[in-house]
């Protein structure tokens, strides 16, 4: 055993990997196993919503960069189209075996000792002393770790079931017919046949990404074999069939995973290790959001670990952001699998659907305020961003990656029943005055006036 690290992250998906970047980036040392030793192909529908691509961004992965295609407008189909619409912002996709490897890959530039090809088989101890045994059968210790290990629950970590737990995943890639491909191009499909719902979207140029979710009943009825799920979620969908008509799988077997608990969201942990990305929330896969609620909770745990926030106060905070989001999505979900001709509704009033995708991600209540303030009469058209430290004890804002270079000024706006404090970010070009009753105190670090580049996270706390 070597000498005791700062920190053990378990787990190098979106949140282990960002997570462990950003506290190397603090002068932490950090360890971080993965259990995969190569890069391969991960249970994902491979959608990155824009927050999500933000958030790389920061970290210097640029999704365009390394090959992704844009993602525009969704398209809702049953047995036939049901709605069309534009999303409220564009995604982007990529296959995960390119993305996780870059992050994994800055997080080794950044001083993360990357250990891969080894599981993390047992953690035990508390904040101070932590000791993981790992699959080698050796043993290290750290004084903070963080659990990132995703769908899987470490040993004796097991998550409660979620509220949607039913679902069985597989995802297969498809090369389309010429004619399907161009019709699929910059649109994701969300096709909704008995007993599940898929999701469809180009990950590249000839490569199409098909993840469908059946309920363990209805898998049964098709003797759990990929073909037979296959061919019921086609003669369900006249459209789903139209699309794979010619279309030549990929890969010689499906991915499958099961027992996902969609609606879990970690409410608290003994002052234990930091949950993050999956172990912290399972929004359901049709949001396109779980990776960037991974990328959020790292970034949300880093900026609370650099302030001394302990692990129970992250928890509390992460599970708060993702209440409305998480419960909303997986309401959305059961409703799609059980009644799925609610979604006829949606004929009527195609926008609706916009609507849904801005509502199921984080940090969606940006939104909100933003809405908030507009009624008030507060101008925000030239905001970069909005930071809102929340009501308690020690906590911390979501961070905001700034785009560009801009010089910003932080504003206390005003106390509002649900915020203790909201401070706008606005352009240097305007300088409104601050309105509040009640000014929040800003934590010693803020960079209030200024000047913030591309990347940087500003967080405020309300001490
Ligand atoms: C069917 C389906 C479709 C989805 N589609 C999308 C989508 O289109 N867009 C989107 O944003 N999200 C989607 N998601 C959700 C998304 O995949 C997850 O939310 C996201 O991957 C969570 O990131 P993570 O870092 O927490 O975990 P993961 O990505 O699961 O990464 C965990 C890592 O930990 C490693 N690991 C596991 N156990 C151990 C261990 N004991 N020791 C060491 N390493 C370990 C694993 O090998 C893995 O690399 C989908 C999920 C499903 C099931």
Not at 203 to 230: I, P
Not at 274 to 281: C, E, K, R
């Amino acid at each position: 055993m070597s000498a005791m690290l700062d920190v053990i992250v378990a787990g190098g998906g979106p949140a282990g990997a960002a997570l462990g970047t950003l506290l190397a980036g603090q002068g932490r040392t950090v360890m971080l196993f993965e259990k995969t030793a190569a890069a391969q192909d991960k249970m994902c529908g491979e959608f990155f919503s824009e927050e999500g691509a933000r958030y790389l961004a920061a970290l210097g992965v640029d999704l365009r960069v390394l090959g992704a295609v844009t993602i525009d407008r969704v398209r809702l189909a049953a047995r036939d189209v049901l709605a069309e619409c534009a999303l409220p912002f564009p995604g982007l996709s990529l296959p995960r075996r390119i993305v996780d490897e870059c992050l994994l890959q800055r997080a080794s530039e950044s001083g993360v000792a990357v250990v891969r090809g080894t599981s993390v088989e047992q953690l035990t101890g508390a904040p101070g002393e932590w000791r993981v045994r790992l699959s080698d059968g050796a043993e290290q210790t750290s004084k903070d770790a963080f659990v990132a290990t995703g769908k899987y629950d470490l040993r004796g970590r097991k998550r409660n079931g979620g509220s949607q737990n039913d679902l069985v995943a597989f995802k297969m890639y498809f090369r389309l017919s010429a004619e399907q491909e161009q019709h699929l191009r910059g649109w994701v499909e969300l096709i909704l046949f008995p007993g599940g719902y898929a999701g469809l979207q180009l990950v590249g140029e000839g490569c199409a990404n098909l993840s469908l979710l059946l309920t363990k009943s209805e898998l049964k009825r098709s003797a759990a074999e990929w073909d037979r799920v296959l061919t019921h979620a086609m003669t369900s969908s006249a459209h789903l069939a139209s699309r794979l008509a010619g279309a030549t799988q990929l890969r010689s077997r499906p991915i499958t995973l099961s027992s996902i608990p969609y609606g879990y969201r970690r409410t608290a942990t003994e002052d234990g290790p930091w949950y993050l990305g999956d172990q912290g929330a399972v929004m359901p896969s049709f949001t396109g959001d779980g990776m960037s609620i991974a990328l959020h909770s790292a970034f949300l745990a880093a900026d609370a670990y650099r302030h001394g926030v302990t692990a129970r106060a992250y928890q509390a905070l992460l599970a708060r952001q993702l209440k409305r989001p998480v419960r909303f999505g997986t309401a959305l979900s059961r409703c799609m699998v059980s009644i799925p001709a609610l979604a006829q509704a949606l004929r009527l009033y195609p926008g609706a659907m916009a609507w849904i995708a801005s509502w199921t991600r984080v940090p969606s209540h940006f939104v909100k305020i933003r809405a908030f303030f507009l009624l008030l009469g507060i101008p925000g058209g030239a905001c970069s961003g909005v930071f809102i430290a929340e009501n308690a004890h020690r906590c911390t804002s979501p961070a905001i990656h700034l785009q560009e270079k801009c010089s910003v000024t932080v504003n206390v706006l005003r106390r509002t029943p649900h915020f203790t404090a909201v401070q706008e970010i606005s352009d240097g070009d305007r300088n409104d005055s601050a309105t509040g009753k009640n000014p929040a105190t800003l934590h010693p670090t803020d960079r209030r006036g200024q000047e913030g580049f591309a990347g940087d996270a500003f967080t405020c706390f309300d001490v």
